[in-house]
């Protein structure tokens, strides 16, 4: 934008984009999920992938686990305004690279074809820790877990063996060795 | 067995307990179980507004000119809704609302009832929290926690949503627990370390500047106290945001005026120049820093918030300090006692220079116009309003737009709490209803809206308000038929498209007044302003005063379009001699 004519100024600055994991522990709650979402909508954040669930019964606690990618600054916010919600134990952030965290998605595969594309199919799935979940003489159910970008290349390999239907979940985070997140 | 109560009659018992004594609101189908009980709390005066946003902006002149919490009482659906642009001016403002909505029978929820909206939905981005209350044995803790939530850390507007059924069925009543839990969103974790590090910046600076704003005022009376001690106490200059004045003396020598986009050249020369800016309870907001990336570019940066998220969000800063302004200036002053007593002495050579430097651009006089004998000029206006007001207590609000930014440069504030302004959302409309609440809050003391015409016609209904509790606002137009800030801006960077910014049909506002049952007045000459004003002054009654001014007058100085600090466009003699063209349009 060369001429601006409004007041407000356009940034022309290119800044690296990182891939962050947030961890976020909430009250299981009426409308917290709304609220963290919303908050990551209104801002202009970005959200590639989502998973939550209850993780504590008798506390009402759930873990939300987002990840997302951002500049450190945006990053930074995106931390500091959770933060500032209501429901909102703690956050806990982690870089993609992090070799300390350990990062799985989960995912269901449906297969349709002749019996030898449903073999290749879970010969091809072999690394990923493979469980057959529903089988019949023209199907297969496939559950896998694995990095995303594992299960993104699977999607597009199973095509040739029959892959007719593809589920997966968002991300989920745990930290290596006997430390917890803080 | 202990008695129980309604919900109905547990809000009251909770605004009760929290100390309330006045309410905003508007009655309707689902808070008429809450209205019922109203009468049986004496304690608690209602103040009927004509709008649900009235009782919004009221509630928020209320609590800014008390630093009480302001409390809002309106009905399901078009009740909720119309008070969303108050709830999110207070959001961006700061300021304490607690808001009561009602919401249709529990087991309506969901099916399009009449007058049922998402209330909780459509308010969560523009409230710090909110709650829809589905089970009568959590209201009173839910409306405590509310308050809580809304006085706490960074203040804010909250919403609790009651549905019908709710205010009808009975339970216990507790009051709210006596020690105050603070949930972890109220940050005071700076450390010594940190005041020690500032007072180092401190002592080394030759070119500091105290940027100060709405978070002094909101830490309460003696946040401001503590403020003038420290600025007395260090000899440095002080500048303050458009939400910050009142916090240290306007007629101060000390005092540049305010900063940004329309703050004086003194201010904003001496932001771009310093070595060492000390920002306490503002947030670098886009109208202060002007093009972002030229934003004080040699200086260390120290900012004091009470938000840990306004840090380094706009502006990156060299020194943190997330607390309490009142608490951390508390600190700061004693350890500044401690180890440098003699301070001021050993800093007045070192920041000489930079005095002088500061007063040469003092000199150019930047809030300076060309006067008129025949029209009154709008900043004449604000002057003389000034001088003949300046001796009582008087409190200001204002609309949105010219009349704000000349209000605020040539209207002195020596006292925090007297300046009600929409400065974040930008609220037309806001004035009006905020001197309703003010004048509430301060019944004995002068409280006057600034207006300009078209703002004022936005919430104009509220002057049936003020007529119906005898609140003697005196509302102050500066009537030059146009919406002067789009004009402005239209002239200067729109090629003079004057699109739609004048209002051809406007009402007379003495006929208005008088159809209100309040007092027109209207001058015309800069000749019988005073006695006009002077009328005004002595009516102890609401006042609509119409003061017909320059319809083309611009607000100067002004930042322009994405320009940095030191570029700015002073008053029409130096358009006149550089013609604001292309690069000519800014200064230096």
């Not at chain 2, 998220?309 to 800063?317: D, G, T």
Request: aromatic fraction near 8%; charge should be positive.
């Amino acid at each position: 934008m060369p001429n601006s004519k409004s007041a407000y100024s356009f940034s022309n600055k290119k800044e690296k984009f990182d891939t962050h994991i947030i961890v976020v522990w909430v009250d299981n709650e009426a409308g917290v999920l709304a609220r963290v979402v919303g908050l990551f909508s209104g801002r202009g954040y970005n959200i590639e992938s989502l998973a939550v669930a209850q993780v504590d019964e008798k506390l009402k606690i759930s873990r939300i686990t987002i990840v997302t990618t951002g500049t450190p600054q945006v990053v930074n916010q995106i931390k500091l305004q959770l933060r500032k919600l209501v429901p909102v134990h703690k956050v806990a952030d982690f870089k993609r690279e992090d070799k300390a965290v350990i990062f799985k998605e989960m995912a269901l595969f449906k297969i349709v074809g002749p019996n030898n594309k449903l073999e290749s199919a879970l010969k091809a799935c072999k690394k990923y820790n493979p469980v057959l979940l529903d089988k019949t003489k023209k199907s297969n159910v496939i559950q896998i877990t694995a990095l995303r970008r594992e299960i993104d290349k699977m999607s597009k390999d199973l095509k040739k063996f029959g892959l007719v239907s593809v589920s997966r979940t968002g991300a989920v985070a745990m930290t290596r060795g006997a430390e917890i997140f803080k | 067995m202990s008695k129980l109560y309604s919900g109905a009659e547990i809000v009251f018992k909770c605004m009760e307990d929290q100390n309330v004594d006045h309410i905003f609101g508007y009655p309707g189908g689902a808070v008429l179980p809450i209205y019922d009980e109203l009468q049986n709390f004496k304690s608690i005066k209602h103040v009927l507004v004509r709008h649900e946003q009235g009782a919004g902006h009221a509630a928020e002149g209320y609590a800014r000119s008390s630093g009480k919490p302001g409390v809002i009482l309106v009905t399901s659906g078009p009740g909720a809704t119309n008070v969303v642009t108050a709830l999110t001016d207070a959001y961006m403002d700061s300021i304490p609302l607690v808001c009561i909505s009602g919401q249709v029978p529990t087991h309506l929820i969901g099916t399009d009832a009449f007058q049922e909206c998402d209330t909780t939905g459509i308010t969560r981005p523009c409230t710090k929290h909110n709650w829809l209350v589905k089970d009568i044995n959590d209201l009173a803790s839910t409306i405590h926690k509310a308050f809580e939530v809304a006085t706490t850390g960074r203040p804010g507007p909250v919403l609790v949503d009651i549905p019908k059924d709710i205010q009808f069925q009975k339970t216990k009543y507790n009051r709210p627990k006596k020690e105050k839990k603070l949930n972890g969103k109220s940050h005071n974790h700076f450390n010594q370390n940190s005041i020690d590090e500032l007072i180092e910046l401190m002592s080394k600076s030759s070119k500091p500047i105290f940027y100060t704003g709405g978070g002094v005022i909101n830490s309460g009376p003696k946040a401001s106290e503590l403020l003038r001690e420290l600025v007395y106490a260090t000899g440095f200059p002080i500048t303050s945001t458009l939400q910050g004045l009142g916090s240290f003396p306007g007629d101060d020598n000390q005092f540049l005026g305010m900063l940004g986009m329309h703050g004086t050249y003194e201010a904003n020369n001496a932001m771009h120049d310093c070595d060492l800016m000390i920002n306490i309870g503002a947030r670098f907001d886009d109208r202060i820093t002007g093009k972002i990336d030229e934003f004080s570019p040699k200086s260390k940066k120290v900012h004091i918030d009470i938000d840990p998220s306004s840090i380094n969000k706009n502006v990156k800063v060299d020194l943190a300090i997330v607390g309490d302004v009142k608490t951390v200036l508390s600190s700061t002053l004693k350890s500044l006692k401690q180890k440098k007593s003699k301070f001021l002495k050993s800093n007045k050579q070192k920041t000489s220079k930079w005095w002088e430097k500061i007063q040469k651009w003092r000199s150019v006089r930047s809030l300076d116009y060309i006067g008129s004998e025949d029209t009154i000029k709008p900043q004449y206006a604000i002057e003389r309003l000034y001088e003949l007001t300046k001796d009582k207590d008087s409190y200001i609000t204002t609309e949105v737009g010219q009349h704000q930014m000349w209000a605020a440069q040539h209207y002195k504030f020596n006292k925090p709490n007297r300046w009600m302004t929409s400065g974040g959302l930008g609220t037309m409309g806001y004035g009006l209803p905020a001197a309703v609440g003010v004048q509430v809050a301060h019944p004995k003391k002068l409280v006057i809206d600034i207006a300009g015409e078209a703002s004022v016609l936005m919430t104009i209904q509220e002057m049936s308000t003020a007529v119906q509790y005898n609140l003697p606002i005196k509302i102050f137009i500066l009537n030059n038929q146009y919406m002067g800030m789009v004009r402005q801006w239209q002239e200067l960077l729109h090629d003079k498209n004057y699109s739609e910014s004048y209002t051809a049909a406007l009402p007379d506002f003495v006929k208005l007044a008088e159809a209100y049952n309040c007092i027109g007045i209207r001058a015309k000459t800069p000749e019988e302003l005073d006695d006009k004003i002077i009328e005004m002054l002595n009516t102890d009654r609401p006042v609509i005063f119409d003061c017909m001014v320059d319809k083309v007058e611009n607000c100067f100085p002004m930042i322009p379009s994405g320009k940095p600090h030191n570029q700015m466009i002073l008053g029409p003699k130096d358009q006149e001699s550089k013609k604001i063209t292309g690069k000519g349009k800014s200064l230096v």
